[in-house]
C-alpha cells in the first residue's frame, strides 16, 4: 500500500514539474516575442513615456525610503518620550524620598532657584575682581 502511494506522490510531482516548466518557458517565449519588443519600440519612439516611467520608478524608491525613515523616526521619537516619561518617574521618587510629602514644593523649589542665583552672583562677582585686579 505505501508503494503505491509513493508512486502516486511521485507521478504527481513530476507532472507539476512539467507543468510548471511548461509555463514558465511559455512566459519567457511570451515575453521575448511581444512584450520586450513593444515596450522597446514604446521607448524608443516616445522618450516622454521613458521619462515619466523613471519618474515613477524614482518616485515608488523615494517613497519607499522614507517610509522605512518615517518609522524610524517615529521609534526614536516614541523612545525619546518614554525616556523622559521614566526620568519623570524616577525624579518624583527621588524627590518624594529626600524632600516629603509634606514640604511645599513652591517654596523648595523657589529657595533652591534663589541659592542658585546667590552663588551664581557670587561666582561672577569673584571672577569680576578677580579680572580688575589683575
Known amino acids: 500500500m505505501s508503494q503505491d502511494v509513493r508512486v502516486m506522490l511521485d507521478y504527481a510531482k513530476s507532472i507539476a514539474v512539467s507543468l510548471l516548466s511548461k509555463a514558465y518557458i511559455q512566459g519567457y517565449v511570451l515575453t521575448e516575442q511581444y512584450i520586450l519588443p513593444t515596450l522597446r519600440s514604446l521607448l524608443s519612439n516616445h522618450p516622454d513615456v521613458a521619462s515619466l516611467l523613471l519618474l515613477l520608478i524614482t518616485l515608488y524608491v523615494s ?72
Not at 524620598?97 to 541659592?115: A, L, S
Not at 552663588?119 to 580688575?132: I, M
Open 63 to 134: 517613497l519607499l525610503v522614507l517610509n522605512t525613515a518615517s518609522r524610524w523616526m517615529y521609534s526614536i521619537i516614541m523612545s525619546l518620550v518614554r525616556l523622559f516619561f521614566m526620568a519623570a518617574l524616577v525624579l518624583g521618587a527621588v524627590w518624594v524620598v529626600k524632600v516629603g510629602r509634606g514640604e511645599d514644593i513652591v517654596k523648595t523649589v523657589g529657595g533652591g532657584m534663589q541659592w542658585t542665583m546667590d552663588k551664581g552672583r557670587q561666582y561672577a562677582w569673584a571672577a569680576a575682581g578677580q579680572v580688575l585686579h589683575r
